[in-house]
């Protein structure tokens, strides 16, 4: 069995290989088409038309939720599928102690109010809103810092947010961390509850 996570270019060689090896092609589709619509090249018709069609050349299709199948719509898909929610490792992402919060807030430099992020760094996670954030809580006298997962591919993101990146870097406001451990950056959080 082939599993394919991607329905562009690794996943249509996944099409491929499983015709030319005749063994079945699972699909697992994480994408919100219209979640991704400002930032791709066509009509997001044109795009749910495709996804659809790449996932009916699979056996069966996964998704992490009822709504990426409802996008693609019942007529457009018509392979078995089922919705299979993606776990999260609760022994890594979990409350901790006080204390405990504290030691990281300090290992992390994060002695101000923060705004995390960890995840993938793509142009429709508008990251630009977050640092516009941060520096309109520093602009109102809030000093407050953001702290992001990956520093490879924020060093490349703050190529276009220059001036807002060199901005935090000077106020020593931006944390770059290690994709390694960014997880533990969450037991730093104070939870607010309204």
Avoid: Q
Wanted: aromatic share 10%; charged share 20%; hydrophobic share 40%.
């Amino acid at each position: 069995m082939i599993h394919a996570h991607s329905f562009f270019g690794i996943g249509l060689e996944a099409l491929l290989n499983g015709a030319c090896l005749r063994i079945p092609v699972i699909g697992t589709n994480h994408w919100t088409v219209a979640g991704f619509g400002p930032h791709i090249p066509m009509s997001v018709d044109n795009a749910a038309a495709y996804v659809a069609w790449f996932y009916n050349r699979c056996r069966y299709v996964t998704a992490p939720s009822r709504s990426v199948f409802a996008e693609l719509g019942t007529t457009r898909l018509r392979r078995p599928h089922a919705v299979v929610s993606n776990p999260i490792d609760t022994g890594l992402f979990r409350p901790v102690r006080e204390a405990d919060r504290e030691a990281l807030r300090a290992r992390f430099g994060l002695m101000r109010p923060t705004i995390t992020y960890a995840g993938r760094l793509g142009s429709e996670k508008n990251i630009d809103v977050l640092l516009h954030a941060v520096g309109g809580l520093r602009d109102r006298g809030v000093a407050a810092d953001f702290a992001i997962a990956d520093m490879v591919r924020m060093n490349r993101y703050c190529v276009r947010w220059r001036k807002s990146c060199e901005s935090m870097d000077r106020s020593g406001s931006l944390a770059r961390l290690r994709r390694s451990i960014w997880h533990n950056c969450y037991g730093s959080v104070t939870l607010l509850r309204s």
